[in-house]
């Protein structure tokens, strides 16, 4: 490949990561009473490092690593959990009240997903 496509690709990564992360810390520090706000700013935060990792990757011209691919599903995984926390603030009960079942209940089972995911797959 070219050296002006890796550098366009590795700059781009590389900005990409820099907004995420101001966005997930600006998120994490000033968004109070919010609900979403852990699981928005860890989805910001796991995609400032997934643009980071596919930066450093483009940077050494290394078109796949399983390394990018763990931190692509940690990617996805954290947006479908804020996605989740969404929905259960969206639907709401007969009395106007937001449904907390979603957001009680499962914070916690996915947790336990992630770290039983994390010990097959680091091991």
């Keep these: 490949m070219p050296s ?3 550098n ?10 820099i907004g995420f992360l101001a966005l997930g810390l600006s998120v994490l520090s000033g968004w109070h009473g ?4 852990g699981t928005l700013s860890a989805a910001c ?5 997934w643009a980071a990792a596919l ?14 691919a763990a931190l692509e599903v940690l990617r996805d995984g954290t947006w479908s959990l804020f996605l989740v926390a969404l929905l259960g603030d969206w639907r709401s ?3 106007g009240q937001p449904a907390r ?13 992630w770290r039983r995911a994390a010990s097959i797959c680091c091991c």
């Design 4 to 6: 002006n496509v890796i």
């Design 101 to 113: 079942l979603i957001l009680g209940r499962f914070p916690r089972r996915a947790r336990d997903c």
């Design 93 to 95: 009960d007969a009395d």
């Design 45 to 49: 935060l796991a995609t400032a490092a």
């Design 55 to 68: 930066g450093v990757d483009a940077a050494r011209e290394i078109l796949w690593n399983t390394g990018t």
């Design 34 to 37: 919010r609900v979403q706000r």
């Design 8 to 17: 366009i690709a590795a700059s781009c990564y590389a900005l990409a990561a």
